[in-house]
């Protein structure tokens, strides 16, 4: 299952962007937003999120 970003509660300061090796993570409506589809599941990103706006997917 993918990872999900928060929308209200990302503060879009790219810290997961950098940790994506799937380059599954990118801007949308000014914050970050990550494609299902490229998401390998890792959890990475999550780990790095300053704000903890990032989760696994349910």
Same mark, same amino acid.
């Given at each position: 299952m993918?990872?999900?970003v928060?929308?209200?509660e990302c503060a879009n300061c790219e810290a +997961?962007?950098?940790e994506c090796e799937a380059?599954?993570?990118s801007e949308k409506d000014g914050a970050q937003w990550i494609d299902p589809a490229k998401c390998q599941d +890792?959890?990475?990103c999550a780990e790095v999120?300053?704000?903890e706006a990032i989760a696994a997917a349910s």
């Open positions: 993918a990872y999900k928060n929308q209200d +997961c962007v950098s380059a599954a993570i +890792c959890g990475k999120c300053p704000s």
